[in-house]
């Protein structure tokens, strides 16, 4: 029997056109705008080979505008690495392939085979990573994304979020545009409108299910009063059900390598999921949502997904319209492919092999390409493994040389043949797979004028409609215009549409009425359904809980507006809900909080293991105190820091993931986490301190006590927003704690304890740093007003200017006062009344006072390298509450600087 033949060309592109929901679309909604072309098109391109000439086309995807309900089209997108990220055996297999593809280019310049459109000319670019891939996500359809691991989906999928990490220019050059709706999109409102989640899970270990969905609700969903918090509550409430996370609403997140052990790895996917939807997005772009999951819950998921998504709201004032649902997926079952509307299929080097809809893969793959699935085996497991066959273009010449003559057989031609006499098309196999280049030949299908393999006519006379049917029935001819020949028999012709949707039939009617040849003209079920304003759901794949979640967060809409993905609440709400999460956060992290207080108690310990009850008497009293009050400061200085360091390490990643979907403000962020953790870090000094001033027996005295506390404090606040500041900067933990290290033995080396004669060119570290008046004011507040009873000589080598005697001295009168000293000590005189009246204020003849020793006022003691020559305890403490005020904004400008700079 001969076979059908399916015509492909301009009319069918036509067709294409008329049925194409994105150019309806675009027309209706969207202003058309005039851009100029591409000016970064790479370097062998050509834009006729492609759709229809482009009006928006746009490289600098920085300045594009959100614009709710259109579709995301995405035209010749390609993509290089930075050359200093390539090996250099990638570099020579690339500059091999750039070799070949050039001869390549050459000899088949005359076979109609169009030359692969984004291979890397440019000299500076390093590896390609996606090759001109063009397609279009619809509103109210899914689109999956599919490839073998490696294809680039996730890139793309970046490109399409615009996810800083791709689109600077440092990680890599991109070509081609990607429009909203037929326009440009303004970038901070796509990604504030639009759910992105990516492969990592980006959640709280410290959170449960509920209340990291609590928490996004209230950020998320605007509204006031009882009525607003109940629909909160009911949104939270549908997610969990939705989601299947029902179960383990109330268990910790956790973190495996924590030790802490909370949701599963799937669980903890379908959270990730679920947080970034609960605003219910415009947009949503999900990397893998399904990995780690069984069969049945991915299915769940995604039917709620899709729901949730792509259904359009009229139940809310706003009547939201349909949203774009675009989800890569590596292996999905059958039922998860029944989900699908539209597929996009990547082959390994990021090559586009297939953009359209999911029912005409099939027919594509068959009829076009002569490749058939065996029975028994699913149509994504298939086309993976056609994938899989194909081989990296880089690894492998062999397929590319081979596959050029047989795609361009196939392309050389405008129609493409398709056994329907037996509901497949001849047999095809991983073989043939292998030696047909699917890239070269879906060029060369979309050279041919069509915009998307959407529709197909199918040719037949009236015996090989049976064959035809039997697709039809298979899901394969999902959109399909049949044109029975003039000699066939009507009642085949109606047979084929009996029991297909009733548009089939009319059209069948009107033609067989018109006295023409009879023309069948169907279009997809999900084209169908949207026309109809409804949405298609597999009854398989839509279980009475997923829509009755569905229903109920539709349902809340109308007390709790959704403000997309980005946060529709007021400051001070997000300043107590993230205060809330921080507090949580170090109440069910007490490892954190021990960890630190283990550390400060461990010093205080130590230091009074090595000091118990610091004496008056000899001349250790002077140099213990001394020694004991830097100890402390060095305590300070390493703990607080540490704790900002490790707590950065976690925040980091959440506030970029947070701040990227606009679910808060930077500012409330910053006034939640210093309200939170300054007053902490506070308690912790402050307990800490106390104990140290009693086991050494420090100066007793109120004011002394208070003042110790004060200058402890606002040292480890400073010492904290120094952690800041380092995590904030620095990339990661591995460079934060190096540089803690060198930061705190420089400001140690120079606070006055170590280095004695400070050279010139070091003095202001010493001058500009907060260690050095926070150690001056520890020891000024404890030595002034101090009696300390040196043993006769020993003062002569400690007593030095030092504290306000330095200001107040200068060289001269500090030399004749050591020298009355020493002759004082050495005529070894009994009696204080002897001393001399300019010693008045350093010698106090207090009682019990011994022979050969000398009571001194403690402050005359202090060895001179004590920095700070100016001022009281009192104006010390006042300068370290500058120093910590001001280092808190340091942090804050720092942070807004960063995520103005790398976060958005
Ligand atoms: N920064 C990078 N440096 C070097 N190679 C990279 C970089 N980013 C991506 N790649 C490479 O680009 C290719 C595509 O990566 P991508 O993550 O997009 O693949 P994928 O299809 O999502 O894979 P999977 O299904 O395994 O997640 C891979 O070969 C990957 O190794």
């Not at 076979?3 to 929901?21: E, F, K, M, S, V």
């Not at 993230?578 to 490892?591: I, M, Q």
């Not at 606002?714 to 380092?726: I, K, Q, V």
């Not at 400001?747 to 006055?752: D, N, Q, Y």
């Amino acid at each position: 029997m001969p076979a059908p033949q399916l015509t492909q060309g301009q009319q069918l592109a036509d067709d294409c056109r008329q049925h194409n929901p994105a150019t309806r679309q675009e027309s209706r909604q969207c202003e058309i705008v005039s851009l100029p072309q591409l000016p970064l098109q790479p370097a062998g391109h050509s834009p006729a080979r492609h759709h229809a000439p482009h009006r928006h086309d746009k490289c600098d995807l920085h300045q594009e505008s959100f614009c709710e309900g259109g579709a995301l089209e995405f035209r010749d997108i390609s993509y290089w690495l930075p050359p200093s990220r390539a090996s250099w055996r990638e570099r020579l297999s690339q500059a091999r392939s750039i070799a070949q593809h050039s001869s390549s280019d050459s000899s088949s310049s005359g076979s109609g085979i169009a030359p692969d459109a984004g291979q890397p000319r440019h000299k500076r670019r390093g590896k390609q990573l996606l090759v001109a891939i063009s397609g279009a996500a619809q509103p109210g359809r899914l689109l999956a994304v599919m490839g073998p691991s490696g294809a680039g989906k996730t890139t793309l999928l970046s490109i399409l979020a615009g996810d800083r990490d791709v689109l600077s220019p440092s990680a890599g050059s991109l070509a081609g545009s990607v429009l909203l709706g037929g326009r440009q999109r303004q970038l901070a409102a796509f990604r504030r409108g639009t759910a992105h989640v990516k492969q990592d899970d980006v959640l709280l270990p410290t959170t449960t299910p509920r209340e990291a969905l609590a928490f996004t609700a209230a950020l998320r969903l605007a509204g006031r009063g009882p009525a607003a918090r109940a629909a909160r509550a009911a949104a939270v409430q549908g997610m969990l059900a939705g989601m299947a996370l029902t179960h383990c609403a109330d268990t910790l997140v956790g973190e495996a390598h924590d030790g802490v052990k909370g949701l599963s790895g799937g669980e903890r996917r379908r959270l990730a999921v679920a947080v970034a939807l609960l605003g219910r997005p415009g947009m949503a772009l999900l990397d893998e949502p399904s990995s780690g999951q069984d069969s049945s819950t991915a299915v769940q998921m995604l039917s709620y997904m899709k729901q949730l998504i792509t259904a359009p709201d009229s139940s809310s004032s706003s009547r939201r319209p349909p949203g774009v649902l675009v989800i890569t997926l590596h292996q999905p079952g059958m039922e998860l492919t029944a989900l699908l509307d539209d597929l996009l299929l990547l082959a390994p080097g990021g090559r586009c092999v297939y953009a359209g809809r999911w029912g005409v893969a099939l027919p594509y793959f068959e009829g076009r390409l002569g490749l058939a699935p065996p029975p028994h085996t699913g149509l994504a497991e298939w086309l993976l493994s056609l994938l899989t066959a194909q081989g990296h273009p880089d690894s492998s010449s062999s397929s590319s040389s081979s596959s050029s003559s047989s795609s361009g057989s196939s392309s050389g031609s405008s129609h493409w043949s398709l056994d329907v006499g037996s509901g497949h098309a001849s047999a095809g196999s991983h073989q043939q797979a292998a030696a047909v280049d699917l890239h070269a030949a879906w060029q060369a299908f979309m050279a041919q004028g069509s915009s998307a393999a959407g529709e197909v006519d199918v040719h037949c006379d009236a015996r090989q409609l049976a064959g035809a049917k039997a697709l039809h029935k298979q899901g394969s001819l999902t959109v399909i215009s049949v044109v029975v020949d003039s000699d066939s028999e009507e009642g085949d012709a109606l047979a084929l549409s009996e029991g297909e949707p009733a548009q089939m039939q009319e059209s069948s009617e009107e033609q067989l009425a018109g006295g023409a040849a009879p023309v069948l003209r169907a279009h997809s079920q999900a084209h169908d359904d949207r026309q109809g304003g409804s949405h298609r759901s597999s009854p398989t794949a839509s279980p009475p809980a997923t829509a009755d979640a569905a229903r109920q967060w539709q349902q809340c809409s109308a007390a709790a507006v959704p403000a997309g993905s980005g946060s529709g609440a007021c400051f001070w709400v997000q300043v107590r809900v993230l205060a809330l999460r921080s507090l949580r956060w170090w109440w069910r992290n007490p490892a954190m909080i021990l960890s630190e207080a283990a550390q400060y108690f461990f010093g205080v310990l130590f230091l009074g293991s090595c000091y118990p009850r610091l004496p008056a008497h000899g001349q250790a009293a002077a140099m213990d105190r001394l020694a004991a009050l830097f100890m402390w400061v060095t305590v300070l200085l390493v703990t607080a820091p540490s704790r900002a360091l490790l707590s950065w390490d976690t925040e980091r990643r959440l506030l970029r993931h947070e701040l990227a979907g606009g679910a808060y403000g930077l500012t409330p962020f910053l006034v939640s986490k210093l309200a939170i953790g300054l007053p902490l870090e506070a308690a912790l000094v402050a307990a800490a301190g106390s104990l140290l001033y009693v086991l050494l027996g420090l100066q007793a005295g109120a004011a002394q006590f208070g003042s110790f506390l004060a200058l402890s404090v606002l040292c480890a606040l400073c010492a904290s927003n120094c952690g800041n500041l380092l995590g904030l900067v620095l990339p990661g933990l591995n460079a934060a704690l190096p540089a803690l290290c060198v930061g705190a033995t420089l400001l140690l080396a120079f606070a006055g304890f170590i280095v004695q004669a400070v050279p010139v060119w070091w003095a202001w570290m010493g001058d500009a740093s907060f260690v050095t008046y926070t150690y001056a004011g520890l020891v000024r507040n404890e030595f002034e007003g101090l009696a300390l009873t040196l043993p006769a000589g020993a003062a002569t080598t400690t007593l030095m200017a030092g504290g306000a005697a330095a200001a107040a001295v200068d060289a001269h009168t500090r030399d004749a006062l050591q020298t009355a000293l020493a002759g004082l000590l050495g005529t070894n005189s009994s009696s204080s009344s002897s001393s001399s009246s300019s010693l008045a204020g350093l010698l106090n003849a207090s009682a019990g006072w011994q022979q050969g020793e000398v009571v001194v006022d403690g402050l005359a003691v202090v060895p001179g390298t004590i920095r700070v020559a100016f001022g009281s305890v009192t104006q010390l403490v006042a300068l370290l509450l500058g120093f910590a005020l001001g280092s808190s904004c340091l942090v804050v400008a720092c942070t807004a600087l960063l995520v103005r700079w790398k976060y958005r």
